[in-house]
Every structure is written in C-alpha cells, then in structure tokens.
C-alpha cells in the first residue's frame, strides 16, 4: 500500500494538486455537544448569554477563524482560498446543541478539515465560555456529513 503523504524515502510530503482540476467543492461537518442544565440556564432568545457575551455569536465567529487557519494546525492541510463558511448552532432536545460547518471553495482540493476544524472550534469556543458555569460539558461528536466535488461525493447518515 502507499501512502499519499509519504514520499519514496518514507518521510513526509504534502501531495501535489497541481494536476487536479479546478472544481466547486463543499463539506458539510456535525458535532455535538452536552450542555446540561446549569448552562441552558443561560439561554435566552435563541442565544446562551454569560459574563463573557453571547457566547453562540462568538463561537460562530472563531468557528470562521478556525476554517481559515485550518492549513496552519494540521501540517499536510493545503492553504485554500475560502469562498463561504457557515456555522448553525441548533438547541437537541434540552441539553444539547448540534453545530453544522458547511465550507465551500472552488479550488483543487477538499474541504473536509477546514468543515471539521470549524466545527470543533466552534465547540471548544463555546466550552471556553462557559465553563465557569460547568465543567460538566461534553463534546461528543464529530464527524463530516457531506463532501462535493473532486472525484467522489459523500454523503453519510
């Protein structure tokens, strides 16, 4: 078997995409998170207020930062040119939220680690400003949903 990201010495290479085609490429990434009741105290409006602001609003926002930074935390991740991101946050039944990244580029490579960095972030966005309030939360998903473009689509459940 070989590896992409492997050249012939063993060591490690970012692959090439310059042979690929320019196409419109999207990811759609999901993850959820256990708030408890001690945070959903807060919520109000259709957004989570605490001593540090809205705090829904401030995770979109480093959910966005996290999209664009992605290729400087994870070393093969190429720079891309975004074209769109977009971060819902959605209340799951009484303790928890789902959040949705769905990034889209029109370039040579996918967008799966940009979509699942941004969601991530956002998470850990929202666990930081809340964690004066609990500990007890958890991150417990994290996955990608959808990809287009390139060679294949993906779509899973």
């Known amino acids: 078997m070989s590896f992409s990201h492997i050249n012939k010495k063993n060591q490690p290479k970012m692959v ?35 001593k ?21 935390i994870i070393p093969m991740c190429h720079p891309l040119l975004i074209n769109g991101v977009d971060i819902d946050i959605n209340m ?11 990034v889209t580029i029109e370039g040579k490579t996918g967008v799966e680690m940009e979509a699942l960095t941004g969601a991530s972030a956002t998470c850990l966005t929202i666990y930081d400003m809340c964690k004066s309030i609990s500990q007890q939360m958890v991150i417990k998903e994290l996955k990608l949903l959808e990809k287009t473009g390139g060679k294949s689509d993906i779509k899973i459940n």
């Open 52 to 72: 540090k602001g809205p705090v829904f609003q401030t995770a979109i926002i480093a959910g966005i930062q996290a999209v664009k930074k992605t290729s400087e």
């Open 16 to 50: 090439d995409v310059s042979g690929k085609d320019v196409t419109k490429r999207t990811a759609i990434a999901k993850a959820t998170m256990y708030l408890g009741k001690a945070v959903i105290s807060h919520f109000e409006n259709e957004e989570l207020t605490t």
């Open 92 to 102: 799951m039944g009484d303790e928890h939220i789902e959040v949705l990244c769905t």
